[in-house]
C-alpha cells in the first residue's frame, strides 16, 4: 500500500509542476452514496454559499497563481471526519476553517499556500492529508481534473 501512495504523491508532484498560471486541478475520489449519508454536509468547488447537502468523497485541489499554489483539503464541511483528523489535518499545516467564518471571505476547506518552489512539499503534505482522511490510496475511480484559465 506505501507503494501506491508513493506512486501518487509522484503523480501529483508531476501534475502540479506542469501546471500554468490560474490553472487548477482537483484530485478527488467518488462521493459516497447520498442515501448512506444523512444530513451529510454541501458541495465544494471553492464554494462559499450553502447548496444542497450530500457528503463528498477525500479530496484536494490547488489554484497556480504567479508566485505560489492555492491549496484546499476537504474540511468538516464537506466531509464527516474524527476531531483526531482534523487535528491532523491541522499539525500538517492547513488552515482551521471554524476560526474564520465563511462570510469573512475565506473557504470552508482548509487552505494552505505552498511557493513555486514547494512542488514537493506541497505533494508530500496533500499525500499525508489524503492518507489521513482514509487508509486506502487512490485508484483508478478517482478523479484528476485539471482546468487552464476560462
Same mark, same amino acid.
Given at each position: 500500500?506505501?507503494?501506491?501512495?508513493?506512486?501518487?504523491?509522484?503523480?501529483?508532484? =508531476?501534475?502540479? =509542476?506542469?501546471?500554468?498560471?490560474?490553472?487548477? !486541478?482537483?484530485?478527488? /475520489?467518488?462521493?459516497?452514496?447520498?442515501?448512506?449519508?444523512?444530513? %451529510? +454536509?454541501?458541495? &465544494?468547488? @471553492?464554494?462559499?454559499? +450553502?447548496?444542497?447537502?450530500?457528503?463528498?468523497?477525500?479530496?484536494?485541489?490547488?489554484?497556480? @497563481?504567479?508566485?505560489? $499554489?492555492?491549496? /484546499?483539503?476537504?474540511?468538516?464541511?464537506? &466531509?464527516?471526519?474524527?476531531?483526531? #483528523?482534523? #487535528?491532523?489535518?491541522?499539525? !500538517?499545516?492547513?488552515?482551521?476553517?471554524? %476560526?474564520?467564518?465563511? &462570510?469573512?471571505?475565506?473557504?470552508?476547506?482548509?487552505?494552505? @499556500? $505552498?511557493? !513555486?518552489?514547494?512542488? *514537493?512539499?506541497?505533494? #508530500?503534505?496533500?499525500?499525508?492529508?489524503?492518507?489521513? !482522511?482514509? /487508509?486506502?490510496?487512490? *485508484?483508478? #475511480? @478517482?478523479?484528476?481534473?485539471? *482546468? +487552464? +484559465?476560462?
Amino acid at each position: 500500500m506505501d507503494e501506491a501512495w508513493s506512486e501518487f504523491r509522484d503523480r501529483l508532484r =508531476a501534475e502540479v =509542476a506542469g501546471m500554468g498560471e490560474r490553472d487548477t !486541478l482537483v484530485v478527488s /475520489e467518488p462521493d459516497p452514496e447520498p442515501a448512506l449519508v444523512p444530513d %451529510a +454536509p454541501g458541495r &465544494r468547488w @471553492w464554494q462559499r454559499r +450553502p447548496k444542497p447537502r450530500q457528503e463528498t468523497g477525500r479530496y484536494v485541489q490547488f489554484m497556480r @497563481w504567479d508566485d505560489g $499554489f492555492g491549496a /484546499e483539503c476537504v474540511s468538516l464541511a464537506y &466531509r464527516k471526519m474524527t476531531e483526531a #483528523q482534523k #487535528q491532523r489535518l491541522l499539525s !500538517l499545516g492547513w488552515s482551521d476553517p471554524d %476560526a474564520h467564518p465563511p &462570510r469573512s471571505g475565506r473557504s470552508e476547506n482548509h487552505e494552505m @499556500w $505552498f511557493g !513555486l518552489d514547494e512542488v *514537493d512539499r506541497l505533494a #508530500q503534505i496533500s499525500t499525508d492529508s489524503l492518507r489521513v !482522511l482514509g /487508509e486506502e490510496p487512490p *485508484d483508478a #475511480q @478517482w478523479t484528476w481534473r485539471k *482546468d +487552464p +484559465p476560462a
